[in-house]
């Protein structure tokens, strides 16, 4: 066999191998989405949008309280994550590019971003909710959930904001200081302007991000039967009424267990949907 002959076969083997290895990983990801949508509209009605949990083995029941704790807790975190992320980005890729103290940011910032969500969890239950009784500062509440997402968005929006800022043409940024306009305003009107598309991406994947996390939740809020909107008490939330449905032997919670992750899975697929046609018409820009 020539080495011609002998290179092409060996590239044949190893793209059949490639070919093989993402059919196998799509194939599991399409069993997964198959189950999930097959249990998941079976129990899909009003009443999942309309009713709070429901007990054990009971008639009817939904997960209003869930959605609604999900929704709060999380608008809450993006809120608080999103211009600290924006900020911190904006100083790495605008004033403090070529810094020492950049370096360690982004050093730092890559640690949060792989770090294990439990660990986030683990530490927000450290700080906020371990210190005793009478020195506790917020307890398990909905406020400790949604700082628990915070630490989780802020990384994302930070890496992606940078990462786009720094996208941007110096030519652009030149010429706006050419005409003499100060520092915060070619940032704020051309910087931002240009790179606007990514900064949403950035935003709406920490959300798909956070939204769907339960590790961090189990330690600061827990959950709640009831509809609540007291942030500084246990508040129910999509994650945790998904996980402790899913663990126990009643059809009724089981059920609801499916739908509640259909509802989330849905909600993500369509924040990654939106990402990724935001991102591709920037490209083509």
Same mark, same amino acid.
């Given at each position: 066999?020539?080495?011609?002959?002998?290179?092409?076969?060996?590239?044949? &083997?190893?793209?059949?191998?490639?070919?093989?290895?993402?059919?196998? %990983?799509?194939?599991?990801?399409? =069993?997964?989405?198959?189950?999930?949508?097959?249990?998941?509209?079976?129990?899909?009605?009003?009443?999942?949008?309309?009713?709070?949990?429901?007990?054990?083995?009971?008639?009817?029941?939904?997960?209003?309280?869930?959605?609604?704790?999900?929704?709060?807790?999380?608008?809450?975190?993006?809120?608080?994550?999103?211009? *600290?992320?924006?900020?911190?980005?904006?100083?790495?890729?605008?004033?403090?590019?070529?810094?020492?103290?950049?370096?360690?940011?982004?050093? @730092?910032?890559? &640690?949060?971003?792989?770090?294990?969500?439990?660990?986030?969890?683990?530490?927000?239950?450290?700080?906020? *909710?371990?210190?005793?009784?009478?020195?506790?500062?917020?307890?398990?509440?909905? &406020?400790?959930?949604?700082?628990?997402?915070?630490?989780?968005?802020?990384?994302?929006?930070?890496?992606?904001?940078?990462?786009?800022?720094?996208?941007?043409?110096?030519?652009?940024?030149?010429?706006?200081?050419?005409? %003499?306009?100060?520092? +915060?305003?070619?940032?704020?009107? *051309?910087?931002?302007?240009?790179?606007?598309?990514?900064?949403?991406?950035?935003?709406?994947?920490?959300?798909?991000?956070?939204?769907?996390?339960?590790?961090?939740?189990?330690?600061?809020?827990? +959950?709640? #039967?009831?509809? +609540?909107?007291?942030?500084?008490? #246990?508040?129910?939330?999509?994650? @945790? @009424?998904?996980?402790?449905?899913?663990?126990? %032997?009643?059809?009724?919670?089981?059920?609801?267990?499916?739908? %509640?992750? =259909? &509802?989330?899975?849905?909600?993500?697929?369509?924040? +990654?949907?939106?990402?990724?046609?935001?991102?591709?018409?920037?490209? #083509?820009?």
């Amino acid at each position: 066999m020539s080495i011609y002959q002998s290179r092409r076969l060996t590239n044949q &083997i190893m793209t059949f191998l490639c070919w093989a290895a993402a059919a196998f %990983g799509l194939a599991w990801l399409a =069993l997964i989405l198959i189950t999930l949508f097959w249990n998941g509209f079976a129990g899909l009605n009003l009443n999942v949008f309309t009713q709070d949990t429901p007990g054990p083995n009971t008639e009817g029941g939904g997960l209003r309280n869930a959605i609604v704790g999900s929704l709060i807790m999380t608008a809450i975190g993006v809120g608080v994550g999103t211009p *600290i992320g924006i900020l911190a980005g904006t100083y790495m890729a605008e004033y403090g590019r070529y810094s020492r103290l950049t370096f360690y940011i982004r050093f @730092v910032n890559d &640690i949060l971003l792989s770090a294990p969500s439990i660990v986030i969890g683990l530490f927000i239950y450290a700080a906020l *909710i371990t210190e005793g009784v009478e020195h506790r500062i917020v307890g398990y509440s909905a &406020i400790a959930g949604a700082l628990a997402l915070a630490v989780i968005v802020i990384p994302v929006v930070v890496r992606t904001t940078e990462d786009m800022l720094l996208l941007v043409p110096n030519p652009l940024r030149e010429a706006a200081a050419a005409l %003499g306009l100060p520092r +915060s305003h070619v940032v704020a009107k *051309i910087a931002y302007k240009a790179a606007r598309a990514g900064l949403i991406t950035g935003v709406l994947l920490a959300i798909a991000r956070a939204s769907g996390e339960t590790a961090p939740l189990l330690f600061t809020v827990q +959950s709640d #039967q009831f509809f +609540s909107l007291d942030l500084t008490k #246990q508040m129910a939330n999509l994650p @945790v @009424v998904i996980n402790n449905f899913a663990g126990k %032997g009643y059809a009724n919670w089981q059920q609801l267990a499916w739908t %509640g992750a =259909l &509802i989330i899975t849905l909600a993500v697929l369509t924040l +990654s949907i939106t990402a990724r046609t935001l991102s591709v018409q920037r490209k #083509q820009k």
